[in-house]
């Protein structure tokens, strides 16, 4: 395969050089790189974690049809799980259940599929079939990212320390992302919003309640059951911001989930993890600063109720690959200097939408949270929605 945007600089200076550098092998990372690699843009992904902490990383995930599509265009569908696909789940309000969603044959429905799904496909993809470079371990990553110099990354590992000049970085590394953290100080505007809850996540190893996803509305909070195979669940319950996981043993977690879905009957099982996570949004603006550009929750965190952060990442990939083809390939910088405007409109529609589902969800629960008046309300809206679903 011929590669092309390598820069001589970095040949002139004794470093490394690649066209494009991209911190962080989750799936926006992964698939951004199978991108540029498919089209020959040279491009290497480094990664602080090892391979097999990527592999195994349980995270949900559904693929909504822009994203569908896109792999599509990219002549990449392969890498998405094959069967039915499917948009289904559960709503249960003080234990009735409620089906949502459907199921079908329509190329405009979306597809199931967990991230460590996706992710052990595109790294097989990308390093075994199409030589891909993916260094993990990496450790003391520095950028610079000057405005007369070619952009730099050096980075440790087992062999030594390393410096590889390059065209552009892409920071892919998530909400504590260590690329964002080389912007400097008042460049970046930082739009955040915190709920006043958390959900106690905890990976259980009990076969799933049900085979689709169950959300669950009560009036003693939110809980929500995600399948993680056969033999194992994610199960959430909303808790305080101040808890800890210790608050949380799993004699609490399975009285909780019981009362919460109104299931007597469940039984208990280990539980393998346990992790409180604050619910917040959060928007950097710009995306980008000089020949760094953010990409899925380096730029934005979005609450987990609406599923939208692995898909508003994969809108920022097509996004920016398409930008960096044509500056690669064509010398054009105008797509990479509009990245960030073009990017920001659909981030903040899936920021209303997730603020919006999560505030009925959880305000539809526990009055305590917002009051009875505010509980009424968000019930009437839950109500509205299956009324229109039958539409």
Same mark, same amino acid.
């Given at each position: 395969? =011929?590669?092309?945007?390598?820069?001589?600089?970095? +040949?002139?200076?004794?470093?490394?050089?690649?066209?494009?550098?991209?911190?962080?092998?989750?799936?926006?990372?992964?698939?951004?790189?199978?991108?540029?690699?498919?089209?020959?843009? %040279?491009?290497?992904?480094?990664?602080?974690?090892?391979?097999? !902490?990527?592999?195994?990383?349980?995270?949900?995930?559904?693929?909504?049809?822009?994203?569908?599509?896109?792999?599509?265009?990219?002549?990449?569908?392969?890498?998405?799980?094959?069967?039915?696909?499917?948009?289904?789940?559960?709503?249960?309000?003080?234990?009735?259940?409620?089906?949502? *969603?459907? +199921?079908?044959?329509?190329?405009?429905?979306?597809?199931?599929?967990?991230?460590?799904?996706?992710?052990?496909?595109?790294?097989?993809?990308?390093?075994?079939?199409?030589? *891909?470079? @993916?260094?993990? $371990?990496?450790?003391?990553?520095?950028? +610079?990212?000057?405005?007369?110099?070619?952009?730099?990354?050096?980075?440790?590992?087992?062999?030594?320390?390393?410096?590889?000049?390059?065209? !552009?970085?892409?920071?892919?590394?998530?909400?504590?992302?260590?690329?964002?953290?080389?912007?400097?100080? *008042?460049?970046?505007?930082? !739009?955040? !919003?915190?709920?006043?809850?958390?959900?106690?996540?905890?990976?259980?190893?009990?076969?799933?309640?049900?085979? #689709?996803?169950?959300?669950?509305?009560?009036?003693?909070?939110?809980?929500?059951?995600? =399948?993680?195979? /056969?033999?194992?669940?994610? +199960?959430?319950?909303?808790?305080?911001?101040?808890?800890?996981?210790? &608050?949380? /043993?799993?004699?609490?977690?399975?009285?909780?989930?019981?009362?919460?879905?109104?299931?007597?009957?469940?039984?208990?099982?280990? @539980?393998?993890?346990? $992790?409180?996570? /604050?619910?917040?949004?959060?928007?950097?603006?710009?995306?980008?600063?000089?020949?760094?550009?953010?990409?899925?929750?380096?730029?934005?965190?979005? /609450?987990?109720?609406?599923?939208?952060?692995?898909?508003?990442?994969?809108?920022?990939?097509?996004?920016?690959?398409? %930008?960096?083809?044509?500056?690669?390939?064509?010398? &054009?910088?105008?797509?990479? #200097?509009?990245?960030?405007?073009?990017?920001?409109? &659909?981030?903040?529609?899936?920021?209303?939408?997730?603020?919006?589902?999560?505030?009925?969800?959880?305000?539809?629960?526990?009055?305590?949270?917002?009051?009875?008046?505010?509980?009424?309300?968000?019930?009437?809206?839950?109500?509205?929605?299956?009324?229109?679903?039958?539409?």
């Amino acid at each position: 395969m =011929t590669e092309t945007g390598i820069n001589q600089a970095g +040949v002139e200076s004794g470093g490394e050089q690649t066209a494009v550098v991209i911190v962080g092998a989750g799936v926006a990372g992964l698939t951004l790189a199978s991108f540029l690699r498919k089209s020959g843009v %040279a491009c290497i992904v480094l990664e602080r974690r090892n391979r097999t !902490y990527i592999e195994a990383r349980q995270r949900a995930g559904f693929l909504e049809p822009r994203a569908v599509k896109m792999f599509e265009r990219w002549e990449m569908e392969t890498l998405l799980p094959e069967g039915p696909i499917a948009q289904h789940g559960e709503i249960r309000i003080n234990g009735a259940a409620r089906p949502f *969603g459907s +199921v079908g044959d329509n190329a405009e429905q979306g597809r199931f599929c967990t991230q460590q799904q996706l992710v052990s496909n595109l790294l097989r993809k990308l390093i075994d079939e199409m030589d *891909g470079d @993916v260094r993990f $371990d990496v450790a003391e990553m520095s950028i +610079v990212n000057e405005e007369l110099d070619q952009p730099r990354v050096s980075y440790s590992d087992a062999s030594g320390r390393h410096e590889i000049v390059c065209n !552009y970085i892409v920071g892919c590394d998530g909400g504590h992302s260590a690329s964002r953290n080389t912007v400097p100080h *008042g460049v970046l505007t930082k !739009y955040s !919003y915190e709920f006043g809850y958390a959900w106690l996540a905890a990976l259980v190893s009990a076969a799933p309640l049900s085979g #689709q996803a169950i959300m669950a509305v009560s009036d003693h909070g939110f809980a929500a059951q995600i =399948t993680r195979g /056969p033999n194992k669940s994610r +199960v959430y319950l909303q808790c305080d911001v101040s808890d800890s996981p210790q &608050d949380w /043993p799993a004699e609490r977690i399975w009285d909780e989930l019981r009362l919460r879905l109104g299931d007597g009957s469940i039984p208990d099982a280990d @539980v393998l993890s346990r $992790d409180v996570i /604050p619910l917040r949004s959060v928007v950097y603006e710009p995306m980008q600063y000089r020949k760094l550009f953010l990409v899925g929750d380096a730029a934005h965190l979005v /609450p987990p109720t609406g599923a939208k952060g692995m898909n508003l990442a994969l809108h920022d990939v097509d996004v920016i690959s398409k %930008a960096l083809l044509s500056a690669v390939h064509d010398g &054009d910088e105008t797509l990479l #200097q509009g990245y960030s405007h073009d990017a920001l409109p &659909d981030v903040w529609k899936e920021q209303e939408f997730s603020v919006s589902m999560t505030d009925l969800m959880h305000d539809s629960g526990d009055p305590k949270q917002h009051g009875t008046f505010r509980q009424m309300i968000a019930r009437t809206r839950i109500e509205k929605f299956f009324a229109a679903a039958k539409q």
